[in-house]
């Protein structure tokens, strides 16, 4: 539930940067889509935390950066962190007033419904400019332990229940690479580059205006 959620990371703060915002991986992979895109694009940072790494990589990088989070504590430190416009918002409901030339999702599509998730890749090709990019960090249920998750065939993905994380419990939701892939080309998306867990997008999305 997005209550619990805003609760949660509101509670984690600076912890959560601390936690995931060193991530050299991740890192070397987000400073390689900045480069990718064309110059000063304007992008959104779904869930964007603390800012770091993502927002900052791309505000780094010469390109004009927008995040939204749900939590408040988290949105206060990205503004104090990074040049960028930040604001509190709920992905599931949130309407951009103009199009993006690339949207990130790094790591903050887990603790949904099957169907939200799903319904969020359809509202991601809405945001964006024909060709514009779609750029995921996803676990897919393919790299998990089977004996730690509870597989649901009907949406292909697997549950993590009351998974101990960072002090708390949470539910988490993974989709697998075949779904992920199925559920991207549905929603007009090509695939063009997969790196481990983390797929990067190409969209050319037919109707959307520029």
């Known amino acids: 539930m997005a209550t619990e959620a805003e609760t949660l990371f509101n509670s984690l ?12 991986e991740l890192q070397r992979f987000i400073e390689l889509v900045a480069k990718t895109i064309p110059p ?27 995040g939204i989070d749900i939590s408040e504590e988290m949105v206060k430190i990205a503004k104090s962190q990074v040049p960028g416009k930040f604001q509190v918002g709920d992905m599931k409901t949130y309407q951009p007033s103009t199009l993006f030339d690339a949207v990130f999702a790094i ?11 799903c319904s969020m890749v ?6 964006i400019k024909v060709g514009g990019y779609v750029v995921l960090g996803v676990t897919p249920s393919s790299s998990l332990v089977p004996k730690t998750v509870t597989y649901d065939p009907t949406w292909d993905c697997a549950w993590m229940l009351d998974k101990p994380w ?41 109707g959307r205006a520029v």
């Not at 703060?13 to 050299?24: H, I, L, Q, T």
């Not at 927002?55 to 780094?60: N, P, Q, R, T, V």
């Not at 993974?174 to 559920?183: A, M």
Request: aromatic letters at 10%; one cysteine or more.
């Open 40 to 66: 000063r694009s304007r992008t959104l940072d779904v869930g964007c935390g603390t800012g770091k790494p993502v927002s900052h990589i791309l505000a780094s990088a010469g390109h004009e950066v927008h």
């Open 166 to 206: 960072m002090g708390n419990s949470v539910d988490d939701l993974f989709l697998s690479e075949e779904r992920w892939c199925q559920l991207l080309r549905e929603s007009g998306f090509i695939i063009e580059t997969e790196s481990g867990s983390i797929e990067f997008e190409d969209c050319d999305y037919p």
């Open 13 to 24: 703060g600076a912890r959560y940067e601390a936690a995931f915002g060193m991530d050299k």
């Open 122 to 127: 359809m509202r991601f090709s809405q945001w």
């Open 107 to 117: 790591r903050s599509l887990f603790q949904m419904s099957p169907c939200d998730m």
